[in-house]
């Protein structure tokens, strides 16, 4: 899991560096997100979290928060998880854009909702896509993917790559606000929209 993004708030710094990473029952959980969630920090449930940060961001936030859904969900099915990852992305989508890619060790749960577009004139109001996905299945084995910012060397089978920006003008789709899905070994396992 790669994210890279402009600093759109503070100063950059190392403690707010994605992915925000923490171990959970000895695997390793992943959160990157992109866009803003203001007043996050003003939710009663986010109080208890704020000293638990490294570093300052609304989305390191997000990420304790989810852990603590999870946790208290007590399931490691993956569909009861994905309906809890979707319930809370849904509530962070009130709050602003709330596009996450989050692993916990071993699967990827993905959430689309809207960006700010840079334009000559500045950001724009928040808008769909969010995230945009290129899928590569079996019938790409062996090829190889240059695409602007990312090369794949050779494609082993089913491949998803997500971008908030399409990296080339083909094979690219946007997903739909609220879609969320979960993803094992380079499959599709479940999607939902709400």
């Keep these: 899991m790669a994210h890279v993004r402009r600093a759109s708030a503070r100063e950059p710094a190392l403690a707010n560096t ?114 945009n996905i290129r899928s590569f299945n079996n019938r790409h084995r062996g090829d190889r993917c240059d695409a602007r910012g990312a090369s794949i060397e050779e494609i082993y089978g089913p491949l998803h790559l997500f971008a908030s920006v399409p990296l080339e003008t083909e094979g690219w789709e946007p997903l739909t606000r609220g879609t969320a899905m979960i993803l094992r070994d380079g499959m599709i396992v479940s999607q939902i929209t709400s």
């Design 18 to 131: 994605h992915p925000f990473d923490g171990v959970v029952h000895g695997k390793r959980n992943a959160f990157v997100h992109n866009g803003d969630m203001p007043g996050i920090k003003d939710r009663e449930k986010a109080r208890e979290f704020i000293p638990r940060r490294i570093g300052d961001t609304d989305s390191e936030l997000a990420f304790l928060m989810l852990l603590d859904r999870l946790k208290r969900a007590g399931s490691a099915d993956p569909s009861v998880r994905l309906e809890v990852f979707s319930r809370f992305a849904a509530e962070m989508r009130e709050l602003g854009s709330a596009n996450f890619l989050f692993f916990d060790g071993e699967h990827l749960f993905v959430h689309a909702d809207r960006r700010r577009f840079e334009t000559e004139d500045g950001l724009t109001e928040r808008r769909e896509p969010g995230l």
